[in-house]
């Protein structure tokens, strides 16, 4: 139910439109003249004002002044005779929702005004999400203190202030997300919306559909209009996530609206004008996408203006107890409060390649199963406490071992780490499979990533 005022001077129009919108179980206040409805607006809000463009007193327009300025997210629909169509167009562009044109319907007005209370129950959650979430990416909300982590946050820092594309990549679980919100939310565009697309867990017909929008018959299924992401993000920043999936031909359109700052929808021969900053993120070296021809060299360069690589947990040396007793704080609630040594020794011992997303379910896992208040080496899983180390500072395993991992001594240090991190992956992936039956759904789930890059990974590691 939404609170509902209409001012009109023709008492018939007002009365039955009044007693249309009270039926329909809103409640409804009456205004005969613009002045009688903006003493209304000194007197309360209104989730809906409803208003002739030319009447008694005050205008329309002098209603629609005086709402937006005493409450900013009140929906202000003009009713307007033929003449002055244009009028209220240039009204919508002053903050108006929307506009009917007399004479009407009165079903035609009950649309637009469910129309309205719909968005406003959606601004009030997008509104205390945008709360949420400026909380969640506050820089203090990122826990570490190593020098890796110190280096990405000065950056994000710089370049927050700024307008230009960012692209941030890193392994799997590192962060990605909580770096691309940290430059939203402390950019100018802050007050705006922060639209996150996943561009791996969508498929390719509908992944259009969700980024630009589509009009009304477009393809079957398209009952309605429907605004994409990139207008869902007005004025605001877009988070392309894993951006290295989108196909060849959606990357074309994609470069085309960054370069043009204008969308079309599907269905749609008209272009609609966005201003949206775009912040992508992907796990993949971009560069050797662009080479292979799975990445097309102009968006790379055009989303890769500033890059900032994130550290993997292995490289933060000193993050990782204090991530840990994070995530015991949060999930333990007050039960489970502390790790006994033994436990944190194997956590410090584990190479992560699940990153800080793989601390964060291990410690979840752990809380729900410990039997006291502390988190003891049993309550750990088997293949992390099975698993060869490989930890930044951390003691290497026995030479004699290292056989198991296959012979990496002869290589540079990196070839090395990304022989053995591959093995690490591998191994990881197949106990994963093993401990859900095979159902690859619940073992994404459980690695912390969608099933399409979960999919990718098994193929690539040669999995069955």
């Known amino acids: 139910m939404g609170r509902i005022l209409i001012a009109d001077d023709h008492d018939s129009l007002r009365r039955g439109l009044a007693q249309s919108v009270a039926e329909a179980g809103h409640d409804v206040e009456e205004a005969p003249n613009g002045n009688a409805a903006i003493e209304k607006l000194h007197e309360g809000f209104f989730d809906v004002v409803v208003s002739d463009l030319k009447m008694g007193g005050s205008t329309g327009l002098e209603v629609l002044k005086t709402a937006k300025t005493l409450h900013p997210s009140s929906a202000i629909i003009l009713m307007t005779a033929f003449g002055s169509v244009s009028t209220a167009v240039e009204a919508m562009k ?166 043009e700052r204008q969308i079309r929808r599907v269905g749609s021969t008209a272009q609609i004008d966005v201003d949206v900053r775009v912040v992508s993120a992907t796990n993949r070296k971009l560069r050797e996408a662009v080479v292979k021809g799975e990445f097309r060299e102009e968006l790379y360069y055009r989303v890769n203006v500033i890059a900032i690589e994130l550290p993997p947990l292995r490289e933060r040396a000193g993050d990782l107890e204090l991530l840990a007793h994070a995530f015991l704080k949060r999930y333990g609630q007050g039960r489970v409060t502390e790790f006994a040594d033994d436990a944190l020794a194997a956590l410090e011992a584990y190479p992560w390649p699940g990153n800080v997303r793989e601390l964060q379910n291990i410690v979840e896992r752990a809380c729900a199963l410990a039997e006291g208040p502390t988190v003891r080496r049993q309550d750990l899983p088997d293949y992390l406490l099975h698993a060869e180390p490989l930890r930044v500072g951390g003691a290497a395993p026995p030479l004699g071992q290292t056989a198991q991992l296959g012979s990496v001594t002869g290589l540079p240090l990196q070839e090395a780490r990304e022989s053995w991190m591959r093995t690490l992956e591998s191994a990881y992936l197949r106990d994963l499979l093993e401990r859900h039956g095979g159902n690859i759904s619940a073992a994404a789930k459980a690695a912390g990533i969608d099933r399409k890059t979960f999919h990718r990974l098994v193929t690539k590691y040669q999995i069955r």
Not at 171 to 179: A, N, Q, S, V
Request: hydrophobic share 40%.
């Open 94 to 259: 002053s903050g108006a929702f929307d506009y009917v044109q007399k004479p009407f319907e009165l079903e035609e007005m009950e649309v637009k005004i469910e129309k309205a209370l719909e968005m406003r129950r959606m601004q009030n959650q997008i509104d205390y999400l945008r709360h949420a979430q400026g909380d969640i990416y506050d820089f203090d909300r990122i826990i570490g203190s190593s020098g890796a982590l110190e280096k990405v946050l000065a950056v994000v820092r710089k370049v927050a202030k700024s307008n230009t594309t960012v692209l941030v990549r890193g392994e799997t679980g590192t962060g990605k997300e909580l770096i691309a919100g940290a430059v939203h939310h402390n950019s100018h565009r802050a007050a705006r919306n922060f639209v996150k697309v996943n561009c791996a867990a969508l498929q390719e017909n509908l992944l259009e559909s969700e980024l630009f929008g589509h009009e009304k018959g477009a393809f079957t299924g398209a009952v309605k209009s429907k605004p994409g992401l990139m207008e869902m993000a007005q004025r605001g920043t877009l988070f392309l996530d894993e951006i290295a999936e989108l196909s060849l031909a959606l990357q074309s359109k994609l470069l085309r609206a960054i370069q």
